[in-house]
């Protein structure tokens, strides 16, 4: 079974679905790889203008780590590995050198926020919930979330996100200026797509060109460090009685 679908536009655009719906899109060690692979791919391919990131279903964009999987990581050491191997992952979606969408088709929530951080848009389907739960699990963003959440968004504003750990409305999140869209989902992708056409009129080398103007400023030593250092302080709360309680609770509601 796929755990991602990914589709070619003859237009430049690539969408990259997470395909798990029956798990609200969670991801697991297979949708990384496939993500990792995906995202390669657009780096490299002259063809691809855009990437666009979204999740198969009408419930859920991505509902984060896969708490059933990752349960099992009860070290600070095993944990820190599942988080590094998604952040560096994620790290190289927010320096990818070409434009990215999330196109937030449900609730995002936990590492699916961080997922759609490290894009440069986000449009969200009416109605669709974001949370960046984490602190009510007994964690921080794992995956490098909260630096690029302060990248992204004033300060204080960043800070009340992620403190208030609440799902928000997409509504609201656009007031915050972390929606820059909010759609109304009769044919999301096809919404989607005549947003992106004047970026899509545009070659190539132009888009690349821009993207690597802000993503230059990312790729610093001091950036980087920051980044990985919020990964290896989510390991070390990772194997906490609070945050083994909260999966242990939510495991057994479902
Ligand atoms: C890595 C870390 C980070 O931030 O860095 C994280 O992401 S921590 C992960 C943070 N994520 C979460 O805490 C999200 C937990 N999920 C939810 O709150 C909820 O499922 C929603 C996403 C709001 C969807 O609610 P809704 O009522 O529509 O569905 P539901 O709860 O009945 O879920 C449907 C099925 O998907 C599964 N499911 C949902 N989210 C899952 C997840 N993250 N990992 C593993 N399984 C998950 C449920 O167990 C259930 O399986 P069965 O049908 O077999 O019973």
């Given at each position: 079974m796929k755990v991602a679908i990914v589709e070619y536009d003859s237009n430049g655009i690539v969408w990259f679905a997470i395909h798990r719906p029956e798990k609200r899109n969670a991801i697991n060690f297979e949708v990384m790889d496939k993500l990792e692979e995906t995202i390669a791919m657009v780096e490299k391919n002259d063809d691809v203008k855009m990437l666009v990131i979204t999740g198969t279903g009408d419930e859920a964009f991505c509902s984060g780590g896969d708490l059933s999987k990752f349960q099992?990581?009860?070290?600070t050491e095993n944990a820190k590995q599942m988080l590094e191997k998604m952040g560096t992952i994620l790290y190289s979606l927010l320096t990818l050198s070409k434009p990215t969408v999330a196109l937030i088709n449900g609730t995002a929530i936990g590492g699916g926020c961080e997922l759609a951080s490290a894009c440069d848009f986000r449009y969200a389907k009416s109605g669709s919930k974001i949370g960046f739960i984490q602190g009510k699990l007994g964690i921080t963003t794992g995956w490098g979330g909260a630096t690029m959440l302060f990248e992204k968004l004033p300060y204080t504003q960043a800070l009340d996100i992620l403190l208030r750990a609440e799902r928000i409305s997409a509504e609201k999140m656009y007031e915050y200026g972390w929606i820059h869209a909010v759609l109304p989902g009769n044919n999301l992708r096809e919404e989607c797509r005549e947003l992106l056409a004047p970026y899509l009129s545009q070659s190539v080398s132009v888009l690349r060109a821009y993207k690597m103007a802000a993503a230059e400023k990312w790729k610093s030593d001091e950036f980087r460090m920051r980044f990985f250092a919020e990964i290896r302080r989510c390991s070390e709360l990772w194997g906490s009685e609070e945050h083994k309680r909260a999966i242990q609770s939510f495991l057994n509601k479902s």
């Amino acid at each position: 079974m796929k755990v991602a679908i990914v589709e070619y536009d003859s237009n430049g655009i690539v969408w990259f679905a997470i395909h798990r719906p029956e798990k609200r899109n969670a991801i697991n060690f297979e949708v990384m790889d496939k993500l990792e692979e995906t995202i390669a791919m657009v780096e490299k391919n002259d063809d691809v203008k855009m990437l666009v990131i979204t999740g198969t279903g009408d419930e859920a964009f991505c509902s984060g780590g896969d708490l059933s999987k990752f349960q099992h990581l009860h070290t600070t050491e095993n944990a820190k590995q599942m988080l590094e191997k998604m952040g560096t992952i994620l790290y190289s979606l927010l320096t990818l050198s070409k434009p990215t969408v999330a196109l937030i088709n449900g609730t995002a929530i936990g590492g699916g926020c961080e997922l759609a951080s490290a894009c440069d848009f986000r449009y969200a389907k009416s109605g669709s919930k974001i949370g960046f739960i984490q602190g009510k699990l007994g964690i921080t963003t794992g995956w490098g979330g909260a630096t690029m959440l302060f990248e992204k968004l004033p300060y204080t504003q960043a800070l009340d996100i992620l403190l208030r750990a609440e799902r928000i409305s997409a509504e609201k999140m656009y007031e915050y200026g972390w929606i820059h869209a909010v759609l109304p989902g009769n044919n999301l992708r096809e919404e989607c797509r005549e947003l992106l056409a004047p970026y899509l009129s545009q070659s190539v080398s132009v888009l690349r060109a821009y993207k690597m103007a802000a993503a230059e400023k990312w790729k610093s030593d001091e950036f980087r460090m920051r980044f990985f250092a919020e990964i290896r302080r989510c390991s070390e709360l990772w194997g906490s009685e609070e945050h083994k309680r909260a999966i242990q609770s939510f495991l057994n509601k479902s």
